[in-house]
């Protein structure tokens, strides 16, 4: 498969120039691509994370981090006089024979479009497996569709969707054909030749594609953040969003086929200008290859649903399968003149309405998690800093960037307007549809690889992407501070929709129940997908059913009709009876007697508590500690790590409560008189805290009789441990290090003869 994608990708477009392998054999090019995806793997992900760290889309991390590992920047440095000598990406040779194309015989390196064309920064091989990803990514996009609600919107999302599109492509085309010429002298041609023939040019086309293209991730998420995901303006961008990727790729489509009519004019030597015949023909044949296809595809989706579940019984091989048919329809659709993306889409597009759905999703996800990063990192290696850093290129994609904010902004918001909203309404949807995203940057890349768009036009598309992410959610919290409605005539809300919530004890038990009550709707043929996954917001929808679930800490929040009250109330009756169920079969097994008997019989630790005892001497210590019972005495043991580390515990009733919900589970009394109450919650930095020897006042019953252990002895020494509940801790080691500590060598009797915090300090600090 990467070799297909390799070469429609190169071969097809014999304009392209191969790229050198600098006299390397071929065993060494495929060390060299192992080495290139392995540091990728990890370039990717980790500027992925630190994106979302800073509450940025991950693909921005990925792209960034591409752009630092590629061949113009790190991954162009070359190493010593051997294999790496031009640096892992090449970048140092690539500059080189980049800068000698450059005034050379067009005949010596090829031609696009009369230009001197520029080697590519990526390898067929790589690139061929980022165009791999690009495929995998559509048909993901395609299976999580919403067809319902792209069908029950249609009206009102096809004027928004398409308004957006048309401005943005006008505005993308236009701002190309005059200012181009303007800030780089290679399209000075376009500037020379008639306006009807200069739109049609490739860079004007591909930049007017490029700012078509939505992406609602992070709007979806700030539409649930500010509970507007069932608006008026929030359903018309969810539904005008998947509209308005179809007319991208179909825009797409049309402008690939005028390009390659273009350049069969030319090539017969026809007389310039623009035969608007010979274009009507192929928008009418782009957009009846797509229709057509994906009717068909709807029509007989359950048909080959049926077909993959008889031949093929294996889940993986279903998907494998229908990844296979995609793969198949993408060439079909390149074969015809379109985009292979396009009809990576369509095939997801059909089979979004079986039940294979989420088989496939679940099982191509891995795959999905691999290649997709790759690819965005792929995408920001082919991005020429120094071209990038210019200042034509910054005066330009701030220009361009401006035109597509303001053109989805104008586009959208004039169709809301005259199908019923108001201008703040519009405001809002047009705010929405601002965000590009994974589709403008496949477009862009497409565009570089044909060799359609320069380095510097290719960054210009990164540039745009990376802005109308960053502004579009502060406008829309902005706009959407203010409660007025943002329709002109607001209709009462005829099916009554209302918010039905369940409290759960904690987040764990809420997460838990809805990953099941998920599961129950699509045993039941519901259609699920996930909205928000930071977020936890779910669609469930069947016919005339949909309803809206959202986890927020510990609530679990449906919005649906008085009449699917009662749906939610049966799926919810039957997950608590599958819990109960669940919660009895496990506490069956654990049985105090049992736990005793096997710590009386179990050695302490040796290993594993490497690198925890550092914690344990920061912990407060308290000899001659005295409380009047259990819940005294945590109390006051969160009230000594809150006096004495304030920034480390920010609210002691959380951290109390958090701990007392765990005894309240299972208590925490060992024997020998020991005891380590622990918990976890958001309220703790990292691990906070305390251990105490009790003064029972020569009272042989001990100190708190109400603190129950499993030999029935007095407690003499609390450990009290609190944790983080979401960032990453060696709490299990830290316990096991404390139960060595106290159990092993007669350690609790060591350590409650410690008469001060300081020998209490030296007996953990010398624990083996």
Known sequence: MVALVATYAFASHASTPAYPNFGMPRVEEMMFLVLQIGVIIFAARLGGTLASMLKLPSILGELAAGIAIGPWALGGIGIGEGMFQYGLFNGAALRAINAASVGAPQEMFGTIAGNN????????????????????????????????????????????????????????????????????????????????????????????????????????????????????????????????????????????????????????????????????????????????????????????????????????????????????????????????????????????????????????????????????????????????????????????????????????MVPSICCGFNALGGLRIGAGMVPRGEVALIIAGLGLSYGYLTQEIFGIGILMTLVTTIVAPPALVGLFHSSRKGVRHPKPNKDGRREVVFELPSRDVADLVLSKLVFEFRKEGFFTTLLSQADHIWEIAMDDIELSVRREHQRISFVCTPAEEAIVMTAWMEVASQLNDLARSISKPIRKEDVGRMLSASEAAKRGHEGVAKYIQNFVMLPKFKAANKRDAIEKLVGEIARKSPASLTDISMAVEAVLQREASMPTGLDRGIAVPHGRCSCVKGIVGAVAILDDGGDPAGALPDYETLDSSPVKVIVLTIANDTAQTPYIKLMSFISRALRADNGRARLAACTTADDMRRFFRHVK
């Open 117 to 412: 064309v520029m080697f590519d920064a990526t390898s067929p091989a790589l690139y061929g497996i980022a165009t791999l990803a690009s495929v995998i990514l559509l048909f993901l996009s395609g299976l999580e569709t919403n067809l319902r609600m792209f069908l029950k919107y249609s009206f009102v999302g096809t004027m928004v969707g398409l308004g957006g599109v048309v401005v943005s492509f006008i505005l993308g085309d236009l701002c190309a054909v005059f200012l181009l010429p303007k800030f780089f002298p290679h399209f000075a041609h376009l500037a020379q030749i008639p306006f009807a023939q200069a739109i049609t040019q490739e860079a004007p086309l591909y930049m007017g594609i490029m700012s078509t293209a939505t992406s609602v991730g992070i709007t979806a998420r700030i539409l649930s953040e500010r509970k507007k995901m069932d608006s008026e303006e929030g359903t018309t961008i969810m539904a005008g969003a998947v509209i308005d990727d179809v007319l991208g790729l179909i825009v797409l489509a049309i402008g690939n086929g005028i390009i390659v009519a273009n350049h069969a004019a030319e090539a017969s030597g026809a007389a310039a200008g623009m035969d608007w015949g010979a274009i009507g023909f192929v928008a009418v044949k782009a957009f009846g290859v797509w229709l057509g296809a994906t009717a068909i595809g709807i029509l007989i989706a359950r048909r080959l649903s049926k077909f993959l579940k008889f031949c093929f019984r294996s889940p993986v091989v279903i998907a494998t399968m229908a990844f296979g048919l995609s793969l198949i329809l993408a060439g079909f659709f390149e074969f015809m003149g379109l985009a292979m993306i396009i009809g990576a889409y369509v095939m997801g597009l059909a089979l979004s309405r079986t039940d294979l759905r989420h088989s496939i999703q679940e099982t191509l996800t891995p795959v999905y998690t691999f290649l997709v990063p790759v690819f965005f990192c792929v995408m920001g290696m082919m991005v020429d800093v120094t071209a990038l850093c210019s200042r034509e290129v910054l005066i330009f994609g701030g220009i361009y960037t401006a035109l597509a904010i303001t053109a989805k902004v104008v586009g959208c």
